[in-house]
């Protein structure tokens, strides 16, 4: 931190969106931004050398559900676990895997199968997600879907990605660690920040780790997910704690 504070120019801000910028939600099409979220990043990132989304939601999403992300300085978004990247209002990304739809279109006859009752199926585009927070057993909906969700994925050259009340199929040979560890040497920074929520910012936590620079790793604490809470250097509480943290940030750069 203190690494930060005292070069920021060098400093990368890395951010999970779900769960870190954006509370949880039954509905993943419902979800929203913390309303004070784009306003800090926008301070931030005068100060810092990026800000960076690091998401497995699509860029696009994450920017339909964070307005004002767009007008955020240096804002970059790694959407698809890094699969696809929106800087400057542009998009890109290669061409989506043909696994994706494939699995897609086989989801409804298994989960008829297994009788599951109350899940949703969202379209990601590159990848397919499963969410058992809206059944009457969320949990127990999970431990009956992840074995037979690991073999679809498997068979259509997928893997399986379990985050916080879900199940995602998306493409291989790529997570957020590499995806954040592309970014630092691309960015040449000094410095790094992460802050992350579910089992999926697990990889990025290890890419601060294993980056050799000086980095901070901040989990948004949840009931849900602890693992990350144990492994992070601080733990805040949820989004609303998340946006304190980077609010100091902020206000430490503009004293300085």
């Keep these: ?12 801000i890395g951010l ?17 931004i ?18 960076a989304i690091v998401t497995g939601r699509p860029a696009a999403t994450a920017l339909e559900l964070g307005p004002g992300l767009a007008d955020v300085p240096g804002l970059v978004v790694l959407g698809h676990y890094g699969f696809e990247r929106w800087e400057d209002g542009r998009i890109s990304a290669p061409p989506p895997p043909p696994g994706v739809p494939r699995a897609e ?59 916080r009340m ?20 691309e960015r040449s920074a000094r410095s790094v920040l992460f802050a992350g929520d579910d089992l999926g910012d697990l990889a990025a936590f290890d890419a601060v780790r294993t980056s050799g620079l000086p980095g901070v790793t901040v989990c948004s604490g949840s009931a849900e997910v602890t693992a990350l809470a144990e492994r992070a250097d601080i733990v805040v509480d949820g989004p609303e704690g998340v946006i304190l943290l980077l609010r100091e940030l902020a206000s430490a750069f503009s004293r300085s």
């Design 34 to 51: 913390h309303p004070q979220a784009p306003a800090v990043l926008a301070e931030l990132g005068g100060h810092v050398a990026a800000v």
């Design 166 to 185: 879900v199940l995602e199929l998306r493409p291989p040979g790529m997570d957020k660690g590499h995806a954040l560890g592309m970014f630092l040497a």
């Design 1 to 12: 931190m203190e690494a930060i504070l005292t070069d920021p120019a060098g400093a990368v």
């Design 16 to 32: 999970d969106f779900d769960g870190t910028l954006s509370p949880i939600v039954p509905d993943p099409a419902s979800a929203r």
């Design 105 to 163: 279109a086989e989801l409804p006859m298994l989960l008829d199968s297994l009788g599951v009752q109350g899940v949703t199926v969202e379209d990601k585009h590159r990848a397919v997600a499963v969410h058992t927070r809206q059944s009457a057993e969320p949990d127990a909906t999970l431990a009956v879907l992840r074995e037979p969700l690991a073999k679809l994925a498997e068979k259509h050259g997928l893997v399986l990605e379990p985050g």
